[in-house]
């Protein structure tokens, strides 16, 4: 499979205006006079399904020809891509399984059903539902939408990096999360089409940072996954990535790692200064500025990816008036 060219994110925007949001960017006042800077963020949690994956995953599926929608969509994941799809698949009239291991929580379930999707619980880990998605493609012809390493899914991603320099034209820095590299990848390539001076910053978390590791070591690496306040950033980013690993060296300016404490502080500034309740995944551009790990060189972006945050363990960050262990 080919990258994505700045070709594929215009034709993206095309095929997935009428089912995705074009989200605000609003200027922070609170971030700018804190940082002396102008910092301005990309309100990409207000997106449909509640993350950005709704854009990549709608996508995908819509530039499938239409005998192989007829036959369907899968994915293994709990999280905001198996969300996304399930919504994407239903609003273009696609039967869609999303499967899910026993591990996973009854609310992911229902979550997945409620978006009027199949959600298959199989198997006791991520992997074994993996090999049920895999039999779905072999056996009844289904098409596996991964989450991130697809052209498609990266090209849909880019079109949140489009609505930011369209808002942004003089944007000097973009603070993205990082995990299997979509979301960047497309962003990046969208950005520096536009704008080659503007520096875009991956942040990840410390504890288990898959495409840091690959970086540094040149090739895709596994690495221990561990709990983390961003859990929407673990996982890895497959040993055989085709896409996206090759896409976040050649375009990243920069990856930045945060510890559980500074996670917490951007869920917190994001709550208290900023009126938003997100994801720790999504709070990561935030938390890199006000831990000085970032620099805001020119007008700064950061992107805030999605909002489905356990009520509970928000309340708990929030309310926590020591730094957050995790
Ligand atoms: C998936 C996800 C990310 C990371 O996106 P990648 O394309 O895997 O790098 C960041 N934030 C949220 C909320 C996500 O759901």
Redesign the pocket.
Same mark, same amino acid.
């Given at each position: 499979m080919t990258a994505p060219d700045f070709a594929d994110i215009l034709a993206a925007r095309r095929r997935i205006a009428a089912h995705v949001r074009r989200t605000p960017l609003e200027r922070s006042a609170a971030l700018s006079s804190r940082l002396g800077g102008e910092i301005h963020l990309k309100l990409?949690?207000r997106q449909v399904t509640?993350?950005?994956?709704l854009r #990549?995953a709608a996508n995908a599926l819509l530039a499938l020809p239409e005998a192989r929608r007829r036959a369907g969509v899968t994915t293994a994941s709990t999280?905001?891509?198996g969300r996304?799809l399930a919504h994407a698949a239903r609003a273009a009239g696609v039967p869609a399984v999303i499967c899910l291991s026993r591990l996973a929580p009854a609310n992911k379930v229902a979550g997945v059903e409620a978006m009027g999707a199949e959600a298959r619980v199989i198997g006791e880990s991520q992997d074994e539902a993996m090999i049920e998605a895999e039999r779905l493609v072999a056996e009844e012809g289904m098409t596996l939408i991964p989450?991130?390493d697809h052209a498609d899914? /990266?090209a849909g991603?880019g079109t949140c990096g489009l609505e930011i320099v369209e808002d942004l034209p003089d944007v000097g820095t973009v603070l /993205?999360?990082?995990? #299997?590299? #979509?979301?960047?990848?497309?962003v990046a390539l969208a950005v520096k089409t536009a704008r080659p001076r503007a520096r875009v910053v991956?942040v990840s978390m410390t504890r288990g940072a898959a495409?840091a590791a690959s970086l540094a070591a040149g090739h895709p690496v596994e690495v221990r996954e561990e709990e983390t306040l961003?859990d929407?950033?673990g996982?890895g /980013?497959g040993l055989d990535n085709r896409v996206?690993f090759a896409m976040v060296r050649d375009l990243v300016d920069e990856v930045v790692l945060l510890d559980e404490a500074e996670i917490a502080e951007g869920i917190r500034w994001a709550y208290a200064a900023e009126g938003e309740v997100?994801?720790g995944?999504?709070a /990561?551009g935030i938390a890199a500025l006000l831990a000085g790990k970032a620099a805001p060189r020119g007008p700064t972006v950061a992107l805030l990816? #999605?909002?489905?945050i356990d009520l509970g363990l928000h309340r708990r960050v929030i309310c926590s008036d020591t730094p957050w262990e995790g």
């Open positions: 990409e949690h509640g993350a950005f994956k #990549g999280g905001n891509h996304a989450p991130f899914v /990266v991603q /993205v999360p990082l995990s #299997g590299g #979509g979301l960047i990848a497309g991956g495409m961003a929407s950033l996982g /980013v996206t997100i994801e995944g999504a /990561v990816s #999605g909002r489905n």
